[in-house]
Every structure is written in C-alpha cells, then in structure tokens.
C-alpha cells in the first residue's frame, strides 16, 4: 500500500510544492459509479489494476458506496452501506490498491476512514465547512470536487479548510461548469489556476460530461468526448485522469451515459501517455 503514499510524499509531508513531482507520468482514478456487486466491482478494478501496472501508470481505485445526490426518489443509491465498504475492503486487501470513495456527510466519513486512502468531497457539498473540517481531521487524503456552480479561483477557500485544519493531503478535481439547466462545459484555464495553489489537479473526463437534471429526471450524457476532454486535459497540465467506467456501462446503476466501456481504456490511456510525453 505504498503507492499512495510514494506518489504523493512532498505533499504528505506538508513540503506543499507548486506542482505534481512526476512530471514523466499522470495518475489514473478510476472505477464505476457506484458498488453493484462484489464480482463486478473486483473484476473492474482486477483489470484497472492490470492495465496501469502494465503502462506504469499509478492507479486509485474509486468506487462509490452509496449515491446520496439522486435526482427521483426511485433511483438506486447502494446495495447498503455496510455491503458496499465491506467490498472497498476486500478489493483493497486483495489487490493491495488505495481506495477512494466520496461521502455526504460526517456519519459517512466515521464509516469509511478506516478502508479508503483518499476520502471525496462531492462536487455539490464542496462548500460544505463541517464536511470538508471533517474529513481533513481524518489526516486521510481528500480530494475536493469543485463545484460546478464555482469558480476555479474561489477553489482556494475550499482547499484552505483543509490546510488549516493541519492536514496538506489534498486533491482537486475539476468535473465542469453548470452550463445552462441541462448541460456542463470545461473551462480549461481552470487546471493551471488551481495548480496554483500548491496540489495536484486531476481532470474528470466522465461527469464533466454529464448532462444533469433531464426531464426525465436521470442524467444524460455524452461519453463519445471522453477521450477529447482527457487528451485536452492532459494538454494543459492535468496531474491526473479521474474516470467512470463498467464492463457494460448501460448496465450501471448509476451515471450509464457517461461512463466509459472497461475494454476501450487501455487504448485512451496510451494515447494519453503519447501527449504526455511530448509535453
């Protein structure tokens, strides 16, 4: 369970550097949606674990265990709490990987701490004070989605509640703007800006195309612009890919229309070494 740790020292040790240290090479977050059942959930993260260890690409697990931001009171939010961390643990005793998982609350952060390596701040509840407090007093990573309803710049109150509650294990992801009632766009220029503040900034290539709040109350999406946004991402400087995806993504529970297939990743994250490289 060193990866972790090894990837992100400078920042661990409170040394704050401007920029990621592995210049040579991004990080890859990656998962499905959220927990369906044991055998999946393992057979995903098997082959994420195969693929990255293939191209020497440093990899973070991500599963949700519950869903808590549906939209209709009908959509499946979890198999239950319990269920679901006890599958986190079991893929990360068996592959020996960190975990990541979001939380929407101080009860969801007492139940996870002891399994995940990087706790998740949703992109909704990233102004949340007592959540983002909470978590940081884990001292365990914690990744703040921005809000799509923030600016990149307003980002540093976010990662300041973090900091001066004495934890400097933080993560940024950029996932879109609120773009409309229906739609979301990224703002590129929002890499380097948060890139100032001394973390690393990872790119979401899947929910930063979603498309929220259809009519008929589940989100659509437009998962054919994958592979744009995560070569523009990586382009500008991106420290790493955050990704959804599933053996059968129209099968998921949760975000199908925006996930990329489990078998089309190898081919983007060699094209995305490619640009990397070349930078």
């Known amino acids: 369970m060193s990866t972790l740790k090894n990837l992100f020292q400078d920042y661990a040790e409170g040394k704050n550097c401007k920029y990621y240290n592995k210049a040579d090479n991004f990080f890859l977050v990656a998962g499905p949606c959220i927990i369906d059942t044991k055998e999946e959930t393992i057979e995903i993260a098997r082959k994420l674990d195969y693929i990255t260890n293939r191209l020497g690409i440093p990899f973070i697990f991500k599963a949700s265990f519950k869903k808590a931001n549906r939209t209709r009171l009908d959509s499946f939010t979890g198999i239950g709490d319990n269920n679901a961390i006890q599958i986190l643990k079991n893929v990360k005793e068996t592959l020996k990987i960190p975990i990541i998982t979001d939380v929407h609350n101080e009860d969801d952060i007492n139940k ?3 399994i995940v390596d990087i706790i998740q701040i949703p992109a909704f509840l990233s102004r949340q004070t007592d959540l983002l407090i909470s978590a940081a007093k884990t001292d365990k990573f914690v990744n703040i989605k921005k809000g799509q309803f923030l600016s990149p710049e307003s980002m540093k109150f976010a990662v300041d509640k973090i900091k001066f509650s004495n934890n400097n294990k933080i993560l940024i992801t950029e996932r879109g703007s609120t773009f409309g009632y229906n739609d979301l ?16 900034v990872i790119m979401d290539v899947t929910h930063s195309l979603q498309q929220p709040n259809q009519s008929n109350g589940i989100s659509g999406g437009k998962p054919m612009l994958i592979e744009t946004i995560a070569k523009a991402g990586i382009a500008v400087g991106a420290d790493g890919i955050f990704m959804e995806t599933h053996i059968d993504p129209k099968k998921s529970k949760s975000d199908s229309e925006n996930m990329i297939k489990l078998d089309e990743v190898e081919d983007l994250l060699i094209k995305l070494q490619k640009i990397k490289n070349s930078l």
């Open 112 to 114: 996870v701490k002891d």
């Open 185 to 200: 766009i990224v703002d590129f220029r929002s890499i380097p800006v948060m890139k100032e503040f001394g973390f690393p």
